[in-house]
């Protein structure tokens, strides 16, 4: 009875010592989480919520369900053969008329616009003589005061207005649209652009990043290989072009690279050149800012990693026979390669996004999907575009990173 009594006190002791440790344990966490939350709702307002409106846009539109409900609920039965019933074009009457009233029209008529280009106008000149209609017939009317009103274009489009939620951002930012019945057609030649423009920009990150890693690669491992005062002086030459701002660095580009810029005297003053070479407003002039801005970003990351990377190994493998070159691919080579996927990767995904440089130093044909982003934004306030290529250009910057965990294993990133 006495032992069984001294288990049951020890059990019931070490009951109670696991209950501390527990709530031991759940107060650090606690002031653990207190400590991140600032962090976490820095981040939460200012990186999560902006990525999720963008992609929340990009396929939402609620502008005709809202300005024209009369229109988009009496077209849910309609079947897209014909012109609409007498119904719909009184239904019609009455949106415009409202939105002559409450000073809409214009919104609607941009709406339309982005789908049938030159509607805008129509629409505006539609609701103003609208507001002075009386009585039916509707459907002649209208369609006298504007013939857009007897495309069935566009009631495909008002039909499509039914739902908040559409398809035609995305689709448009691919080269595609909606036909006049709703159905995905190529967009017109003079207006598929973008696919052009994704693949200009893919090229022209790829172009950066192989040559910031053909430059950075040697630099990394001459600095790796020098004694630690050398090599953290030399650092400094490595990192000095961050003390200043990326439009200081672009613009200085400028200056050198114009016609009659150092880069080019210099070049006639050796010879090499008879003439002034165009190295500015083209992809030339583009590629080289690029990679001279990102070229730190792939450098920094193969650096970090080949101070890791023992100098015995080369000695091992030299003196089992092996050449320079071989003991240099088959041994120190492999193990930089966590360093320069992580150093790619991160200058890839920052090319993906340039704006500033391509505008300053490129020509028309050199911008990027940014420029095309801004573009939207600033000057024709289409958000809808605008949110459909970041989606896009996200959902690639995604897939390349889901590609690199899948060959390289995220695990294995190291940026410094």
Wanted: aromatic letters at 10%.
């Amino acid at each position: 009875m006495a032992i069984m009594a001294v288990q049951s006190a020890s059990n019931l002791d070490g009951m109670l010592l696991r209950i501390k440790l527990q709530r031991v344990e759940r107060r650090r966490k606690l002031r653990a989480f207190t400590l991140v939350l600032p962090l976490l709702l820095l981040n939460l307002i200012a990186f999560v919520s902006p990525i999720g409106r963008m992609m929340f846009n990009a396929i939402h539109d609620d502008t005709l369900l809202t300005l024209m409900p009369r229109t988009t609920a009496a077209l849910s039965a309609w079947d897209g053969k014909d012109l609409p019933s007498e119904s719909a074009y009184a239904a019609l009457a009455e949106d415009l008329k409202q939105a002559w009233a409450q000073k809409t029209s214009g919104v609607i008529g941009t709406r339309i616009n982005y789908e049938l280009p030159g509607a805008s106008g129509e629409v505006a000149s539609s609701a103003r003589q609208a507001s002075t209609l009386s009585a039916a017939p509707y459907k002649a009317a209208l369609i006298e005061i504007s013939p857009l009103w007897g495309q069935r274009g566009v009631w495909s489009l008002l039909k499509r207005g039914h739902s908040a939620y559409t398809a035609y951002y995305l689709l448009r930012s691919v080269d595609y649209q909606y036909g006049p019945d709703s159905r995905i057609v190529a967009s017109p030649p003079e207006y598929a652009v973008f696919r052009d423009v994704f693949l200009r920009t893919l090229g022209i990150s790829v172009g950066v990043t192989a040559a910031t890693l053909l430059l950075g690669f040697p630099v990394a491992y001459l600095l790796a290989r020098l004694p630690l005062m050398t090599s953290n002086m030399l650092m400094i030459m490595v990192v000095l072009p961050f003390w200043t701002s990326g439009l200081v660095r672009t613009t200085a580009w400028v200056i050198l690279l114009q016609e009659h810029g150092l880069i080019n005297d210099m070049l006639m003053a050796l010879h090499i050149i008879s003439q002034p070479a165009a190295l500015i407003y083209n992809r030339i002039g583009t590629v080289i800012t690029m990679t001279y801005i990102q070229l730190p970003f792939t450098l920094l990351p193969i650096y970090s990693v080949m101070k890791t990377i023992s100098p015995s190994y080369i000695r091992a493998a030299r003196s089992l026979g092996a050449g320079p070159f071989y003991a240099f691919w088959k041994v120190y080579f492999p193990q930089s390669l966590p360093g320069i996927a992580a150093g790619c990767l991160l200058t890839f995904i920052v090319c993906l996004g340039y704006y500033l440089t391509p505008a300053l130093v490129g020509g028309p044909r050199d911008q990027m999907v940014a420029s095309f982003v801004a573009y939207y934004t600033n000057e024709e306030l289409n958000w809808g575009m605008a949110s459909a290529l970041g989606a896009i250009l996200l959902a690639a910057t995604l897939l390349l990173y889901y590609v690199y965990n899948k060959l390289v294993g995220v695990d294995q990133l190291k940026l410094g």
